[in-house]
């Protein structure tokens, strides 16, 4: 019942929330990858 009530953005943002979770995910591992990378290739210099 509470759905009929809701406006389509608020519907639109619960249907996202998996995928945007994810995306979340990814920033983070890519975030940390290129942290190491960026110590690893600081070392070689």
Do not use: C, W, Y
């Not at 009929?4 to 920033?27: C, G, M, V, Y």
Request: charged share 30%.
């Amino acid at each position: 019942m509470a759905e009929t009530f809701s406006s389509k953005a608020e519907r639109t943002r619960n249907n996202n929330d998996p995928q945007i979770k994810e995306l979340h995910a990814k920033i983070g591992q890519l975030t940390v990858e290129q942290d190491f990378l960026a110590d690893a290739f600081g070392r070689i210099r």
